[in-house]
């Protein structure tokens, strides 16, 4: 079965960069889409952006677009986030997750469409 371990976070000021790496336990990562959520204190899980399988297909949420890429290295089985411009409300608990591929888009980002595999998380804290 599928795992993944997300790394990379920790504490960044306001305006600051971090990037974070998702990796898979097996190669059979190649075959997923990967999506980033991130849940703050209080607040539901949200997505953040997805990838899919092929890498041909990415999507943003609003609240991030323009501020994060994210890319996938199949030879090392790991998806990174990047993230610039970072804000206090970025602020949350980072988990990356698998869903089998339907169709070529990698949408929605939603925790319900992600199930075959969720990593334990890696926290950020952006400081202002």
């Known amino acids: 079965q599928l795992q993944l371990v997300e790394s990379g976070g920790g504490v960044v000021q306001h305006g600051g960069s971090m990037r974070l790496s998702c990796l898979a336990s097996?190669?059979?990562?190649?075959?997923?889409?990967i999506g980033w959520f991130r849940q703050a204190p209080g607040k539901e899980r949200e997505g953040v952006v997805c990838i899919s399988s092929s890498g041909s297909s990415i999507d943003y949420a609003d609240s991030v677009k323009g501020r994060i890429t994210v890319s996938r290295d199949y030879a090392k089985s790991t998806v990174y986030l990047q993230m610039n411009s970072l804000k206090p409300e970025d602020t949350a608990v980072y988990y990356c997750a698998a869903s089998i591929p339907y169709g070529n888009s990698c949408s929605p980002i939603n925790p319900t469409r992600y199930l075959e595999a969720w990593g334990q998380g890696t926290l950020v804290t952006v400081s202002s």
């Open positions: 097996d190669d059979t990562f190649a075959y997923y889409d």
